[in-house]
């Protein structure tokens, strides 16, 4: 019995490297990173607050993304990713088969998903034998944007950029059921330069000093909300896979900036956006 298990547990081992390795080989073809998250890079760049316990839980191991310290030694899946771990490993494996009860493993949640502070090689071992769920002492920590099960490390940066605006901005604060959310690049720094010149324009008019909170609440519900109910509307949105109400409302402004330098007049923004879709509407057809 115990040389069966021995054998087993080899071959499962084995087995794992084996998809390790193809694994490896089709995210180099794909050009799609498997690798692991670091809990660090996600903290540094999303400024994760806490960790604050949350007790013992089931997990689905599907969830689990990244790691704490051992990134490095195993891969998206949790299959290793050299064999310097294999006695550990194996050691694990053959407690599954033994029915040893082990302790539970120890994550940070974060958003929707979770980090391995301790136990890799039991969640490891755990989804090479096709469990989907796993106990957990969790921890969980604040985040100000929506982290899911597909978050990239090529995501980090520009979800590290909404995170800044939140920030700077507090309009997760002001209006709590707010959602700007932009794939360009620069999108959120152009955002907050629309704010910056839409409080000075409010100044002028208004003849005083213009708060922080008071120009980013009417630049959001006098500017950007127009904007977007007219591409709602329009679901001009459904023509451009990937994007954001957050992606066409900048371009709608960079259409203005080019109708300005054109020395046009300027609409209001429901206009400008109406302009702007009826536009791209025919561009569209021909």
Partial sequence: MLDDIASRVQTDFARA??????SNIFSFLSGRSRRLLSYDQ??????IGGPIYRGVRTVEIARIVGS???YADFDRAFLPTHDRIANRWQNVDRAFYEDVGLPPVVLYKVGDVYFVVD????VSVARQQGQEFIEAEVRECHVKVPVGPDLRAEDLEILGDRVDFLERTGLDRLRPDATVEVTIPDGYR?????????RYFMGLDRRRDISDDEAVTHWYDTVYLPIVRVIRERNILGEFPGRTEGDLYIWVL???HFLFDQGKQLSPPDKAAEQYVLRLGHS???
């Fill in 42 to 47: 996600v903290k540094e760049k999303l400024r």
């Fill in 17 to 22: 490297r084996s998809r390790a390795f193809l």
């Fill in 68 to 70: 704490v310290n051992r």
């Fill in 119 to 122: 136990g890799h090689h039991r």
């Fill in 254 to 256: 960079d259409h203005q």
């Fill in 190 to 198: 152009r955002i907050l330069e629309h704010i910056a010149v839409h």
């Fill in 284 to 286: 569209l057809e021909l």
